[in-house]
């Protein structure tokens, strides 16, 4: 089981390291490739290495889980 897993459809903000910030709920959440999320507003998926991870909060209360 992967950390992420108890996060999985949840509203998320991630911070890639390129400075990018992308907002949407995790989806899906391959162990050794990374995570896809689904944006909230056009329903479009997108998927996020690991590699690129900067940082990822949760949008309810705004708590880092990553």
């Known amino acids: 089981m992967h950390p992420l897993d108890r996060y ?5 903000e991630v911070r890639d390291r390129q400075g990018r910030v992308h907002y949407g709920e995790i989806e899906w959440i391959d162990p050794r490739r990374g995570m896809f999320l689904r944006n909230r507003f056009n329903r479009r998926r997108f998927f996020i290495p690991f590699f690129l991870l900067a940082s990822i909060f949760l949008l309810r209360n705004r708590r880092r889980i990553f």
């Open 8 to 12: 999985q459809g949840e509203a998320v």
